[in-house]
Nanobody, 121 residues
């Protein structure tokens, strides 16, 4: 039983905010801080790109240059949840956002189903 589920996407006007959530379920995630987490996005006709990542304990983060200062990644290991707070959204941020959870002893690599974020007037 392994499941990665994203939520929180939707339609928002430029300059608005959204908060995405990614929840991991299954006994292999019992020690959730063994896993790195990241948010990726893919716009139509473009390659999937890394937006933000966070280490297992939440002590270090990394962001794409395009979202620095606007997006914040965080995690709550007790809830087995990873978040992406998106502020100051722009039309260029429109994409399907995917949650990636990887690591553990056997080098697992899991992806969620994606959640659509559309920034438009």
């Amino acid at each position: 039983q392994v499941q990665i589920v994203e939520s929180g996407g939707g339609l928002v006007q430029p300059g608005g905010s959204l908060k995405l959530s990614c929840t991991a379920s299954g006994p292999i995630f019992n020690i959730f801080n063994l896993y790195l987490a990241g948010w990726y996005r893919q716009a139509p006709g473009k390659q999937r790109e890394l937006v933000a990542s966070i280490t297992g304990g939440g002590g270090a983060t990394n962001y794409a240059d395009s979202v620095k200062g606007s997006f914040t990644i965080s995690r709550d290991n007790a809830k087995k949840t990873v978040y992406l707070q998106m502020n100051g959204l722009k039309p260029a941020d429109t994409a399907v956002y995917y949650c990636n959870i990887k690591g553990g002893l056997q080098n697992f690599d899991f992806w969620g189903q994606g959640t659509q974020v559309t920034v438009s007037s």
